[in-house]
Antibody, heavy 121, light 106 residues
């Protein structure tokens, strides 16, 4: 059974940094693109970043480009999101998910339970 | 950037009703359109991909269709478990979500 478990969320001050992790199991992690999606309290879903199987290709939503960095460690079956220069508008539940296919342009089929990031002074 | 516009934002319906949610893309996205269901406090669940393909394990009362850049999700007979928020997503260029449609009990 596929499991994705996020960790690392918490309260951080504006301008601060946080690193999220996502531990994957139950599938061949290294064979799939993976992604981060966030959801601000009471709001809709927003795609944040994707990373290719070998880490050689990454995509970001404009609002986080230059502040957030997505990475992965296939040996540890883990996905990461380094978040710097955090702003109040980054407050959200952050989900990791896997893409359904192998090509990158696919929907998200397996999701974690999410981890809450709160940016506030 | 591609914009995905869902309508309505909220839909009030009763058990057994046939309901349809619409999503319009601002540009051509071929059939790279997915639908998700999300319940409060839970992660989204993939229902449909490539506009009309039912994800494994999803009940057949859910269906998707396409007409150009307009996409629809139809629930043929609404069940109590279907009251939730539904999102469309294009994955032709980036992975942009619509703003969501909340299906609530009438």
């Amino acid at each position: 059974e596929v499991h994705l478990v996020e960790s690392g969320g918490g309260l951080v001050q504006p301008g601060g940094s946080l690193r999220l992790s996502c531990a994957a199991s139950g599938f061949t992690f290294s064979s799939y693109w993976v992604t981060w999606v966030r959801q601000a309290p009471g709001k809709g879903l927003e795609w944040v970043a994707n990373i290719k199987q070998d880490g050689s290709e990454k995509h970001y939503v404009d609002s986080v480009r230059g502040r957030f960095t997505i990475s992965r460690d296939n040996a540890k079956n883990s996905l990461y999101l380094q978040m710097n220069s955090l702003r109040a508008e980054d407050t959200a539940v952050y989900y990791c998910a896997s893409l359904r296919g192998f090509g990158g342009y696919d929907p998200f089929d397996y999701w974690g339970q999410g981890t809450l990031v709160t940016v506030s002074s | 950037d591609i914009q995905m516009t869902q309508s309505p934002s909220t839909l009030s319906a009763s058990v057994g009703d046939r309901v349809t949610i619409t999503c319009r893309a601002s540009q051509r996205i071929s059939n790279y359109l997915a639908w998700y269901q999300q319940k409060p406090g839970k992660a989204p669940k993939l229902l449909i991909y490539k506009a009309s393909n039912l994800e494994s394990g999803v009940p057949p009362r859910f269906s998707g269709s396409q007409s150009g850049t307009e996409f629809s999700l139809t629930i043929s007979s609404l069940q109590p478990d279907d009251f939730a928020t539904y999102y469309c997503q294009e994955y032709n260029s980036f992975w942009t979500f619509g703003q969501g449609t909340k299906v609530e009990i009438k």
